[in-house]
T-cell receptor, first 115, second 113 residues
Framework: DADVTQTPRNRITKTGKRIMLECSQTKGHDRMYWYRQDPGLGLRLIYY???????NKGEISDGYSVSRQAQAKFSLSLESAIPNQTALYFC??????????????FGDGTRLSIL | AQSVTQLGSHVSVSEGALVLLRCNYS??????LFWYVQYPNQGLQLLLK??????LVKGINGFEAEFKKSETSFHLTKPSAHMSDAAEYFC???????????FGAGTILRVKS
Protein backbone atom coordinates (compact mmCIF):
# COMPACT_ATOMS: atom_id res chain seq x y z
CA ASP A 1 0.00 0.00 0.00
CA ALA A 2 1.12 3.54 -0.74
CA ASP A 3 2.50 5.59 2.17
CA VAL A 4 0.73 8.74 0.94
CA THR A 5 -2.69 8.15 -0.61
CA GLN A 6 -4.67 10.74 -2.49
CA THR A 7 -8.32 10.44 -3.44
CA PRO A 8 -9.76 10.78 -5.97
CA ARG A 9 -7.07 10.22 -8.59
CA ASN A 10 -9.10 12.01 -11.24
CA ARG A 11 -12.01 14.41 -11.03
CA ILE A 12 -13.96 16.37 -13.59
CA THR A 13 -16.40 18.95 -12.32
CA LYS A 14 -18.12 22.18 -13.23
CA THR A 15 -17.41 25.78 -12.41
CA GLY A 16 -18.87 26.84 -9.08
CA LYS A 17 -18.92 23.39 -7.52
CA ARG A 18 -17.34 22.66 -4.16
CA ILE A 19 -14.63 20.03 -4.31
CA MET A 20 -12.61 18.24 -1.67
CA LEU A 21 -9.37 16.41 -2.30
CA GLU A 22 -8.23 14.05 0.40
CA CYS A 23 -4.83 12.89 1.53
CA SER A 24 -3.95 10.26 4.09
CA GLN A 25 -0.56 8.98 5.16
CA THR A 26 0.79 5.99 7.03
CA LYS A 27 4.30 7.39 7.53
CA GLY A 28 3.58 8.95 10.92
CA HIS A 29 4.87 12.31 9.74
CA ASP A 30 3.82 15.55 11.40
CA ARG A 31 4.21 17.85 8.42
CA MET A 32 1.89 17.73 5.44
CA TYR A 33 1.72 19.88 2.29
CA TRP A 34 -0.52 20.56 -0.68
CA TYR A 35 0.95 21.60 -4.04
CA ARG A 36 -0.44 22.21 -7.48
CA GLN A 37 1.50 21.41 -10.63
CA ASP A 38 1.00 23.30 -13.85
CA PRO A 39 3.00 22.67 -17.05
CA GLY A 40 6.04 24.89 -17.20
CA LEU A 41 5.56 26.18 -13.66
CA GLY A 42 6.72 23.26 -11.56
CA LEU A 43 5.02 22.70 -8.21
CA ARG A 44 3.72 25.57 -6.12
CA LEU A 45 2.81 25.37 -2.45
CA ILE A 46 -0.83 25.96 -1.56
CA TYR A 47 -0.98 25.17 2.19
CA TYR A 48 1.12 23.36 4.72
CA UNK A 49 0.58 22.03 8.21
CA UNK A 50 3.15 21.29 10.90
CA UNK A 51 0.67 19.49 13.11
CA UNK A 52 -3.07 19.25 13.67
CA UNK A 53 -3.28 22.72 15.21
CA UNK A 54 -0.85 24.50 12.91
CA UNK A 55 -1.93 25.39 9.38
CA ASN A 56 -0.20 27.92 7.16
CA LYS A 57 -0.78 29.53 3.81
CA GLY A 58 1.63 28.87 1.03
CA GLU A 59 2.47 30.77 -2.11
CA ILE A 60 -0.93 30.41 -3.81
CA SER A 61 -3.62 29.88 -1.17
CA ASP A 62 -6.34 32.15 -2.62
CA GLY A 63 -9.42 30.13 -3.57
CA TYR A 64 -8.39 27.16 -1.45
CA SER A 65 -8.90 26.00 2.12
CA VAL A 66 -7.59 23.02 4.08
CA SER A 67 -8.48 20.91 7.06
CA ARG A 68 -6.14 18.76 9.15
CA GLN A 69 -8.56 16.25 10.61
CA ALA A 70 -5.87 14.13 12.24
CA GLN A 71 -2.13 13.66 12.07
CA ALA A 72 -2.64 11.32 9.15
CA LYS A 73 -5.25 13.26 7.19
CA PHE A 74 -5.04 16.58 5.35
CA SER A 75 -7.76 17.64 2.93
CA LEU A 76 -7.83 20.44 0.38
CA SER A 77 -11.07 22.18 -0.59
CA LEU A 78 -12.03 24.39 -3.46
CA GLU A 79 -15.12 26.23 -2.21
CA SER A 80 -16.24 27.41 -5.64
CA ALA A 81 -14.14 25.90 -8.38
CA ILE A 82 -13.05 27.95 -11.39
CA PRO A 83 -11.42 26.76 -14.62
CA ASN A 84 -7.96 28.14 -13.81
CA GLN A 85 -7.82 25.75 -10.87
CA THR A 86 -7.55 22.92 -13.36
CA ALA A 87 -4.24 21.30 -12.47
CA LEU A 88 -2.51 18.29 -10.99
CA TYR A 89 -2.59 18.41 -7.19
CA PHE A 90 -0.08 16.69 -4.93
CA CYS A 91 -0.04 15.97 -1.24
CA UNK A 92 3.31 15.46 0.49
CA UNK A 93 4.59 14.66 3.97
CA UNK A 94 7.85 15.04 5.83
CA UNK A 95 9.08 13.93 9.22
CA UNK A 96 11.90 14.51 11.65
CA UNK A 97 12.64 17.77 13.44
CA UNK A 98 11.68 20.88 11.55
CA UNK A 99 14.73 22.11 9.72
CA UNK A 100 16.27 18.68 9.56
CA UNK A 101 15.65 18.68 5.84
CA UNK A 102 14.17 15.31 5.61
CA UNK A 103 12.84 14.88 2.09
CA UNK A 104 9.19 15.17 1.29
CA UNK A 105 7.24 12.10 0.26
CA PHE A 106 4.59 12.56 -2.40
CA GLY A 107 1.31 10.94 -3.25
CA ASP A 108 0.47 9.99 -6.83
CA GLY A 109 -1.56 13.13 -7.39
CA THR A 110 -5.14 14.11 -8.22
CA ARG A 111 -5.83 15.33 -11.73
CA LEU A 112 -8.59 17.94 -11.47
CA SER A 113 -10.43 19.37 -14.46
CA ILE A 114 -12.93 22.18 -14.05
CA LEU A 115 -15.21 22.85 -16.98
CA ALA B 1 13.37 34.78 -1.17
CA GLN B 2 14.40 31.48 -2.58
CA SER B 3 14.11 30.63 -6.24
CA VAL B 4 15.19 27.87 -8.58
CA THR B 5 15.97 28.09 -12.27
CA GLN B 6 16.22 25.00 -14.43
CA LEU B 7 17.83 25.75 -17.75
CA GLY B 8 16.07 23.92 -20.54
CA SER B 9 12.48 22.78 -20.28
CA HIS B 10 13.28 19.86 -22.58
CA VAL B 11 16.52 17.92 -22.94
CA SER B 12 17.07 15.15 -25.46
CA VAL B 13 19.96 12.67 -25.33
CA SER B 14 20.82 9.42 -27.02
CA GLU B 15 20.83 6.20 -25.07
CA GLY B 16 24.28 5.76 -23.53
CA ALA B 17 25.13 9.46 -23.68
CA LEU B 18 25.83 11.77 -20.78
CA VAL B 19 22.84 13.32 -19.06
CA LEU B 20 23.26 16.87 -17.74
CA LEU B 21 20.32 18.73 -16.26
CA ARG B 22 21.07 22.22 -14.99
CA CYS B 23 19.81 23.85 -11.82
CA ASN B 24 20.70 27.23 -10.35
CA TYR B 25 19.27 28.54 -7.12
CA SER B 26 19.12 31.66 -5.04
CA UNK B 27 18.89 31.59 -1.28
CA UNK B 28 19.65 34.01 1.51
CA UNK B 29 20.90 31.23 3.76
CA UNK B 30 22.89 28.06 3.14
CA UNK B 31 20.46 26.01 1.09
CA UNK B 32 19.33 22.46 1.17
CA LEU B 33 18.91 21.12 -2.34
CA PHE B 34 16.95 18.26 -3.83
CA TRP B 35 16.38 16.56 -7.15
CA TYR B 36 13.10 14.74 -7.72
CA VAL B 37 11.96 12.66 -10.69
CA GLN B 38 8.40 12.28 -11.92
CA TYR B 39 7.37 9.40 -14.16
CA PRO B 40 4.09 9.63 -16.08
CA ASN B 41 1.01 9.41 -13.88
CA GLN B 42 3.08 9.19 -10.74
CA GLY B 43 4.11 11.43 -7.88
CA LEU B 44 7.57 12.79 -7.31
CA GLN B 45 10.33 10.48 -6.17
CA LEU B 46 13.48 11.68 -4.46
CA LEU B 47 16.64 11.17 -6.51
CA LEU B 48 19.14 12.78 -4.16
CA LYS B 49 19.62 15.58 -1.68
CA UNK B 50 22.35 17.90 -0.46
CA UNK B 51 22.28 19.23 3.07
CA UNK B 52 25.80 19.67 4.39
CA UNK B 53 29.15 17.97 3.99
CA UNK B 54 30.38 16.43 0.76
CA UNK B 55 29.45 18.54 -2.21
CA LEU B 56 29.21 15.61 -4.62
CA VAL B 57 26.05 13.72 -3.84
CA LYS B 58 25.16 10.32 -5.23
CA GLY B 59 21.58 9.28 -5.68
CA ILE B 60 19.51 6.45 -6.99
CA ASN B 61 19.61 5.03 -10.52
CA GLY B 62 23.18 6.19 -11.12
CA PHE B 63 22.49 9.91 -10.82
CA GLU B 64 24.70 12.36 -8.99
CA ALA B 65 24.82 16.10 -8.43
CA GLU B 66 27.47 18.54 -7.33
CA PHE B 67 26.80 21.52 -5.09
CA LYS B 68 28.86 24.52 -6.19
CA LYS B 69 28.34 27.42 -3.84
CA SER B 70 30.38 29.86 -5.90
CA GLU B 71 28.21 29.18 -8.93
CA THR B 72 24.95 28.71 -6.96
CA SER B 73 24.43 25.55 -8.96
CA PHE B 74 23.34 21.98 -8.32
CA HIS B 75 23.47 20.27 -11.71
CA LEU B 76 22.31 16.67 -12.10
CA THR B 77 24.36 14.21 -14.13
CA LYS B 78 24.38 10.58 -15.19
CA PRO B 79 27.25 9.14 -17.23
CA SER B 80 25.13 6.94 -19.48
CA ALA B 81 21.45 7.49 -20.22
CA HIS B 82 19.01 4.63 -20.25
CA MET B 83 15.60 4.57 -21.87
CA SER B 84 14.03 4.22 -18.43
CA ASP B 85 15.45 7.63 -17.44
CA ALA B 86 12.88 9.39 -19.62
CA ALA B 87 10.85 11.46 -17.16
CA GLU B 88 10.47 14.97 -15.80
CA TYR B 89 13.06 16.15 -13.31
CA PHE B 90 12.62 18.83 -10.71
CA CYS B 91 15.22 20.71 -8.71
CA UNK B 92 14.06 22.16 -5.38
CA UNK B 93 15.52 24.29 -2.61
CA UNK B 94 14.68 24.49 1.08
CA UNK B 95 15.84 26.96 3.65
CA UNK B 96 15.19 24.47 6.39
CA UNK B 97 12.36 25.72 8.57
CA UNK B 98 9.30 23.58 8.00
CA UNK B 99 11.06 21.77 5.19
CA UNK B 100 9.13 23.89 2.69
CA UNK B 101 10.32 23.41 -0.84
CA UNK B 102 10.54 25.84 -3.73
CA PHE B 103 10.62 24.00 -7.06
CA GLY B 104 12.05 24.80 -10.42
CA ALA B 105 9.83 24.60 -13.50
CA GLY B 106 11.07 21.13 -14.37
CA THR B 107 13.04 19.58 -17.23
CA ILE B 108 11.59 16.83 -19.40
CA LEU B 109 14.28 14.35 -20.36
CA ARG B 110 13.84 12.42 -23.57
CA VAL B 111 16.12 9.46 -24.32
CA LYS B 112 16.48 8.44 -27.94
CA SER B 113 17.33 4.91 -29.00
Amino acid sequence: DADVTQTPRNRITKTGKRIMLECSQTKGHDRMYWYRQDPGLGLRLIYYSFDVKDINKGEISDGYSVSRQAQAKFSLSLESAIPNQTALYFCATSGGPSGSNQPQHFGDGTRLSIL
Amino acid sequence: AQSVTQLGSHVSVSEGALVLLRCNYSSSVPPYLFWYVQYPNQGLQLLLKYTTGATLVKGINGFEAEFKKSETSFHLTKPSAHMSDAAEYFCAVSEGYGNKLVFGAGTILRVKS
